[in-house]
């Protein structure tokens, strides 16, 4: 285990180089990988696993489509395909990568499966930190770990696939066996994790929560939403408000900002967006901190996770969804985006 310093806090960091694939291997040679959900996340770690030499398989309900996207990916009904409940009896370590929704629906069916010194895994603090609202609660005689890659499950597989991995934390909520710690850690660097990096279960899914309905997407798609109606109700086109909101940060400025920090990126753009990007960072801080604050405070009373399963266990919350997305996709911005996207070098040379 490594130890780096940011700006004065010591952090611990787990790379291949210090807990190697061999030693993952090792730790999980005698274990039994059931991956309950075979969503983008579940599929992205079941057959990274299996590539690396993991035993896996796979509980899922037959007949829908991820029951035969498992099959379209080589996973065989009777041998390495079951239900859910069958999985969860065959598993060593039982992985509830379900919705959260689904999680707290299914767990009645799973817990009965659960055997003395089992491993149950997650790669979401939710139905742990939340207990009390989906009812998920372990039984004492089950190690409970956690490994949540920072990233959807198409770039856990798709980094994996280019070689270069994706960071996640990695938890103990319970260590029933004494040996939960190296098997969340096998179990993080047989996914193709790039490091990993030690967290609680509550602190991943506070941060979670936050960071989706911030950052990186709800205050994110709002920001750019405010900022192209401005530029179209002073008289911009369309596409011209549409490249200096989304396609110059999307195509351009947040690859260098991801390979070179912030401060890299100011320094090699003009002196004009140099100067009214400091003038402005601070205004848009301060006038966001205070919605921050009362999203934190929200997801971290559960008020927020309440909203999120009462939403996704309605009978018609697929319906509502889509009239949702659809009133996103019909925005002109995004209109303007389909549109734009065509005329990307890459795209037409595919036409």
């Not at 009777?78 to 239900?83: K, R, V």
Request: charged letters at 25%; proline letters at 3%; glycine letters at 10%.
């Amino acid at each position: 285990m490594a130890q780096i310093n940011i700006a004065g806090t010591m952090e611990e960091v787990i790379t291949p180089e210090e807990f190697s694939l061999a030693k993952a291997q090792e730790v999980l040679k005698n274990e039994t990988v059931a991956m309950l959900g075979y969503g983008v996340q579940g599929q992205g770690q079941a057959l990274n696993m299996r590539d690396n030499g993991v035993r896996i398989i796979i509980g899922q309900r037959e007949g829908g489509a991820s029951w035969d996207k498992a099959v379209a990916d080589g996973f065989v009904p009777g041998e390495t395909l079951f239900s859910v409940e069958e999985a969860a009896s065959q598993g060593t370590i039982v992985a509830c990568l379900l919705s959260d929704a689904g999680q707290k629906d299914m767990w009645p069916r799973i817990k009965p499966h659960l055997q003395e010194g089992n491993a149950l895994y997650f790669s979401h603090g939710f139905s742990i930190a939340y207990k009390e609202q989906s009812g998920v609660i372990p039984p004492e005689n089950v190690d409970v770990i956690l490994i949540a890659p920072k990233g959807a499950g198409r770039t856990v597989r798709a980094n994996f696939l280019a070689g270069s991995g994706i960071n996640s934390s990695m938890a103990v909520f319970q260590d029933y066996t004494g040996n939960a710690r190296d098997r969340v850690t096998a179990l993080g660097i047989s996914i193709g994790s790039g490091y990993l990096f030690p967290t609680t279960f509550e602190n991943e899914v506070f941060s979670d929560l936050t960071g989706e309905r911030g950052v990186l997407m709800g205050a994110l798609a709002g920001i750019m939403e405010a900022q192209y109606n401005t530029l179209r109700k002073n008289g911009h086109s369309p596409s011209e408000a549409f490249n200096e909101t989304v396609e110059e940060l999307t195509q351009s400025l947040i690859g260098l900002v991801g390979a070179n920090g912030m401060d890299w990126m100011y320094a090699n753009c003009s002196t004009t967006a140099q100067r009214g990007a400091l003038d402005w960072k601070g205004r848009f801080r301060d006038a966001v901190s205070p919605v921050f604050d009362e999203l934190y405070e929200r997801v971290k009373t559960g008020v927020e996770t309440k909203i999120v399963l009462d939403a996704n266990s309605a009978p018609d919350y697929r319906e509502k969804l889509e009239k949702e997305l659809d009133e996103m996709r019909n925005m002109e911005m995004w209109q303007a985006g389909t549109v734009l996207r065509s005329l990307r070098p890459e795209r037409r040379k595919k036409n």
